[in-house]
């Protein structure tokens, strides 16, 4: 569901916030990205069209730093479980991942050239009958329990477990550590824990392919 149009739509909103300059909108930066890609030569088949910008989603920004030898660590990520529409939960979050991650210092224009930003849309919510049933790789996974008389949950999205590759009570246990957990680990299984699944592909896109793609535009435009 998600397009790598949607991800230079999160870059173009976060370089304009950090240059303070207009930023495209995002069907603006969808009919451009679809015509980039149409002028490179070496291109593979163009990307299908995503969800109309009106189309309300549950989404989640993630930005990663990439390292010379392939390795991704967490920037940031924050998103949303309430239906936005696409312009506005994308510009929002692109925002909020990048800036107001508390585990992380905002990201700055320093910052820019070894990010990755990853957007995903959250579909086909549903509870699951039990705390292992989801699958590694297809569903993200959603907690919510009681523990000494506080309400804690957490949210792994679908890529992560098989990211880290974890099995599934490897991603239950750190989950819930994620959400507050400070019991043995062994005793996970004990609490009367509530699990909802949901599915969504990320998308990633480097910000040196956005670079390239903002210096196709800037020619287009000036």
């Given at each position: 569901?998600?397009?790598?149009?949607?991800?230079?739509?999160?870059?173009?909103?976060?370089?304009?916030?950090?240059?303070?300059?207009?930023?495209?909108?995002?069907?603006?930066?969808?009919?451009?990205?679809?015509?980039?890609?149409?002028?490179?030569s070496t291109s593979a088949?163009?990307?299908?069209?995503?969800?109309?910008?009106?189309?309300?989603?549950?989404?989640?920004?993630?930005?990663?730093?990439?390292?010379?030898?392939?390795?991704?660590?967490?920037?940031?990520?924050?998103?949303?479980?309430?239906?936005?529409?696409?312009?506005?939960?994308?510009?929002?979050?692109?925002?909020?991942?990048?800036?107001?991650?508390?585990?992380?210092?905002?990201?700055?224009?320093?910052?820019?050239?070894?990010?990755?930003?990853?957007?995903?849309?959250?579909?086909?919510f549903e509870p699951a009958?039990?705390?292992?049933?989801?699958?590694?790789?297809?569903?993200?996974?959603?907690?919510?329990?009681?523990?000494?008389?506080?309400?804690?949950?957490?949210?792994?999205?679908?890529?992560?477990?098989?990211?880290?590759?974890?099995?599934?009570?490897?991603?239950?246990?750190?989950?819930?550590?994620?959400?507050?957990?400070?019991?043995?680990?062994?005793?996970?299984?004990?609490?009367?824990?509530?699990?909802?699944?949901?599915?969504?592909?990320?998308?990633?896109?480097?910000?040196?392919?956005?670079?390239?793609?903002?210096?196709?535009?800037?020619?287009?435009?000036?």
């Amino acid at each position: 569901m998600a397009t790598k149009a949607h991800c230079a739509f999160c870059f173009e909103t976060l370089t304009a916030h950090l240059e303070e300059r207009p930023a495209l909108s995002l069907p603006e930066v969808e009919a451009l990205w679809s015509q980039y890609e149409s002028s490179l030569s070496t291109s593979a088949e163009a990307t299908a069209p995503g969800p109309s910008p009106t189309a309300n989603y549950p989404v989640f920004i993630t930005y990663n730093t990439l390292t010379p030898d392939g390795d991704k660590h967490l920037r940031g990520c924050i998103g949303t479980f309430r239906p936005e529409p696409l312009s506005t939960g994308l510009s929002t979050y692109a925002l909020t991942a990048a800036l107001e991650d508390t585990r992380f210092a905002p990201i700055t224009a320093r910052d820019l050239p070894p990010l990755e930003c990853g957007a995903t849309l959250l579909t086909d919510f549903e509870p699951a009958a039990s705390a292992l049933d989801w699958v590694v790789g297809t569903h993200g996974i959603r907690i919510a329990y009681e523990h000494r008389g506080r309400r804690l949950g957490a949210t792994y999205l679908p890529d992560v477990a098989r990211e880290q590759g974890w099995g599934k009570e490897d991603a239950l246990r750190s989950l819930m550590r994620k959400a507050g957990w400070r019991g043995p680990d062994d005793e996970w299984k004990a609490v009367a824990l509530r699990l909802e699944r949901y599915q969504g592909r990320k998308v990633g896109l480097a910000f040196a392919e956005w670079r390239a793609w903002r210096a196709w535009v800037d020619g287009r435009i000036g």
